[in-house]
């Protein structure tokens, strides 16, 4: 049983931390047995539904996060982020019939901040390309063509390696004269439901329709295009409208002894508009906001400020956190760590640091009761979260919690990340692990080391 290996633990391996090991237990123990992220989780999903940034759904969860915090007690806040409003409209397409085959309708979905295409829809030849160098390669072939993005994402991690032909390749093949783009769908696992996820397209540039396509249908155009010439007709209704004014939600429990010094402990609160976003980031907002909940409850305050954020548009902008450090400019200085929770409802696996020398072994301390949830070991990874990237030049140090992110792609930006794919013991172990590294973090009388600055292009980035 866990709970009894924590017992033991914290009771005869008290760590030389300075930490009361009985706050460990008492935390992790309610996480685990009330299952309060899950009942969080599944109020937001439901009272909300998708929460795109400019959406009603997206309001309501602004009201909604701060409701939540001011039902513990705690001062919240509602800071404004001016946010790019995209909506999605009618959108089809399909493989042309030939000599010999039939014309095949394709499972898509926009990518968000495509335009639409002219009423009727555009119909061109496709050129497959596999890489952005490729397709600098192919250089003319693109012109007045659909560009196809082809990869072979397998498992979580081919995310980072193929994320780019999604998120710059629409803008590359534009570059080139294409007429439209579609990417093959950025996912572990398909029952032929397109994943969506943010086409970046750089100001004064020219922009095209983009879309996802199922990994299935990815197939069949890779099929196709091997024995000759393929033609699709490809219809997107999506529009961008003028940005609007939404919110970042933020809340504090003030710190008793360094009130000065923050934790800032982050999630995002929109979602993309095709599901109620359970994994990304209901998760996430739910491990905050319980968090916050037994850090409120504890009879002693931690030490330092922890200081709760629900970012908005982290997935089509990353304005809310960009809005967030430049509004706090110096204060940002003061924030002694920063944790984010972006990576779904898996459970936890372990603990990645990014500090200046020593903070490692700082956080090693803080393991020994992580262990029997199965998440006490030191990650290599270096720690990160979209939404702290724009806290990286001030070098605050951020800690994360490793989830396992087996499946998460299989559903991640699709129509089925719904609450019915999170397992509720696995993510209430998640919630216990982080509201006792928050804690730790709050609490340790030590800080972590800051981290050197980074080179000045790695402060950017949206939509993980
Ligand atoms: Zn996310």
Redesign the pocket.
Known sequence: MWLAALRALTLTAAPDDGLDPSVAQKLITEAVDSRGAYALLTQLVDATGPRLSGSPGADRAVAWGVEQFQALGLEARKEPVLVPVWVRGVERGEVLGAPGRPATPLALTALGGSPGTPPGGIEAEVVEVSSLAELRDRGATAKGRVVFFNHSMAVAADYKRFGELRSKGPAEAAKLGALAALVRSLATASLRSPHTGAAQFPAGGRSIPAAAISVEDAELLHRLLAKGPVRVHLELGCKILPDATSFDVVAELRGRERPEEVVLVG??LD?WDLAT?AQ??GA?VAVVVEAAKLLAKLPVRPRRTVRFVLFMN??NGLRGAKTYAADHGADVDRHVAAMEF??GAGKPLGVAVKAGPGGAAIVERWLPPLVPLGAGVLSGEEAGG?DLTPLAPARVPVVQLIQDSSRYFDI?HSAADTLDKVDPEAFSKTSGAATWLIYALAESPEVLPRPPAPPPAAASGT??
């Open positions: 999630a995002h979602s976003g990304d980031d996430g982290e997935e972006d990576a979209a991640h939509g993980q």
